[in-house]
């Protein structure tokens, strides 16, 4: 059973950096690129960022782009999102999702998603 | 980047209804769309791929259709358990983007 696990959120001060982890399992994992997506409380999906199998492709949302970092261990098949310089509107649910695809390319689909880890920037 | 419009942003329905989601994209994007079924304190979860394509465990009722940019996901005889919300989502080209969601509800 694919799982995806999400920890690290929590209340952060505006400027203020923070690092999402997520822990995958159920699958293998340096098969699949993986994305992260969030979403406000009550609102809709953003997609923030993507990474291929191999950490090669690296994608981003221009939302966050020089403020996050996306990265993978494929040896620890997890993930992480360093977050930087965090903004009152960086507030949200954030998802890890599991890639059908190897890497970050067209015709991607989001087939796993995790329960998500709250982040709230707010002073 | 490529903007996802859904329509409506909500609908009433009764169970055994059909019910049409539509959404259109800024600029065509082949089949390259997916659809995705969100519950209330939920993860979303993939109903169709490749703008028809259903992904596996999903009920038959679910359908997907058009290229370009109209779409269509049309749920036959609604079903207590559909009850949801509903967002596409473009895989042309990133940033990947997802409409605003429709709010299927009870009538």
């Known amino acids: 059973e694919v799982q995806l696990v999400e920890s690290g959120g929590g209340l952060v001060q505006p400027g203020r950096s923070l690092r999402l982890s997520c822990a995958a399992s159920?699958?293998?994992?340096?098969?699949?690129?993986m994305h992260w997506v969030r979403q406000v409380p009550g609102k809709g999906l953003e997609w923030v960022s993507g990474i291929s199998w191999n950490s090669v492709t690296i994608a981003y949302a221009d939302s966050v782009r020089g403020r996050f970092t996306i990265s993978r261990d494929n040896a620890k098949n997890s993930l992480s999102l360093q977050m930087n310089s965090l903004r009152v509107e960086d507030t949200a649910l954030y998802y890890c999702?599991?890639?059908?695809?190897?890497?970050?390319?067209?015709?991607?689909?989001?087939?796993?998603w995790g329960q998500g880890s709250l982040v709230t920037v707010s002073s | 980047d490529i903007q996802m419009t859904q329509s409506p942003s909500s609908l009433s329905a009764s169970v055994g209804d059909r019910v049409t989601i539509t959404c259109r994209a800024s600029q065509s994007i082949s089949s390259y769309l997916n659809w995705y079924q969100q519950k209330p304190g939920k993860a979303p979860k993939v109903l169709i791929y490749?703008?028809?394509s259903l992904q596996s465990g999903v009920p038959s009722r679910f359908s997907g259709s058009g290229s370009g940019t109209d779409f269509t996901l049309t749920i036959n005889s609604l079903q207590p358990e559909d009850f949801a919300t509903y967002y596409c989502?473009?895989?042309?080209?990133?940033?990947?983007?997802f409409g605003q969601g429709t709010k299927a509800e009870i009538k």
């Open positions: 989502q473009q895989s042309y080209s990133v940033p990947w983007t």
């Open positions: 490749a703008a028809s």
């Open positions: 999702v599991k890639d059908e695809r190897t890497t970050v390319v067209k015709g991607m689909k989001l087939d796993y």
């Open positions: 159920g699958f293998t994992f340096d098969d699949h690129a």
